[in-house]
């Protein structure tokens, strides 16, 4: 079945460090990824989406690459901070007309030291 | 001021009960969902509305029962609790059926004893 995962479970750097959280994916007709970040007792936050069309998408601060021939894609992290702690997840469509249903990753949990 | 509210954000009952939770964005979003996260944070999707119209079902047992009013309303009815039922449910709401980001309620923490 489609599962989507992350290499690592728990990521610990110091602020000022930039952070790569990795994630793999297992069914090749995905075509839409998405990273979230939640925060203790609070709901998952969109961070940065890219579509199969995009190897490279870049925002503020963060970067999500995406390598489609091994399934895999990252986030990257500039500068991380404090207030980047949390829990980060992918997802992954399910590709053609899967109505967005989206395939969760376990989970890396970030901590930043100061 | 608020995307995607849920009610109640915690509930705490005991095996048996039946209870729900309620989801209202004001997004202007016509797609929502329902979610579930475990004790490992594992978020896997159960179900989601288009329109008021059920277009994801997944694999859920037939206690629980979603109910969409409106494009901006989406409820989930929980019959007969089971320990196991125990978990955050989430809710959210995105523009379209297709590839397109989601946005996230808090969250109802459901505890059942």
């Known amino acids: 079945g489609e599962s989507v995962g992350l290499h690592l479970p728990t990521l610990s750097v110091q602020e000022g460090d930039n952070s790569i959280i990795n994630c793999a994916y297992s069914?090749?007709?995905?075509?839409?990824f998405i990273w979230y970040k939640q925060e203790s007792g609070k709901g998952p936050q969109f961070i940065i989406d890219?579509?199969?069309?995009?190897d490279k998408r870049q925002g503020q601060r963060v970067t999500v690459l995406l390598n489609k021939t091994v399934k895999h894609l990252s986030l990257q992290i500039a500068a991380t901070q404090p207030g980047d702690s949390a829990v980060y997840f992918c997802?992954?469509?399910?590709?053609?007309?899967?109505?967005?249903?989206?395939?969760f990753g376990q989970g890396t949990i970030l901590t930043v030291h100061p | 001021d608020t995307a995607v509210s849920q009610t109640p954000k915690y509930l705490v009952t005991q095996m048996g009960n039946d209870k729900s939770i309620k989801c209202e964005q004001n997004?202007?979003?016509?797609?929502m969902y329902w979610y579930k996260q475990d004790s490992k944070k594992f978020l896997k999707i159960m179900f989601s509305?288009?329109?008021?119209?059920?277009?994801i079902n997944e694999t859920v047992p037939n206690r629980f029962s979603p109910k969409s009013p409106d494009k901006a309303h989406l409820n989930l009815h929980i019959n007969s609790l089971e320990l196991g039922d125990s978990a955050v449910y989430f809710c959210?709401?995105?523009?379209?059926?297709?590839?397109?980001?989601?946005?996230f309620g808090p969250g109802t923490r459901l505890t059942v004893t």
């Open positions: 959210a709401s995105s523009h379209g059926v297709g590839a397109y980001e989601q946005y």
């Open positions: 069914n090749s007709a995905s075509d839409y």
């Open positions: 890219i579509r199969s069309n995009m």
């Open positions: 997802a992954a469509n399910a590709g053609g007309t899967s109505y967005g249903k989206l395939t």
């Open positions: 997004l202007g979003h016509d797609t």
């Open positions: 509305y288009n329109n008021k119209e059920l277009i």
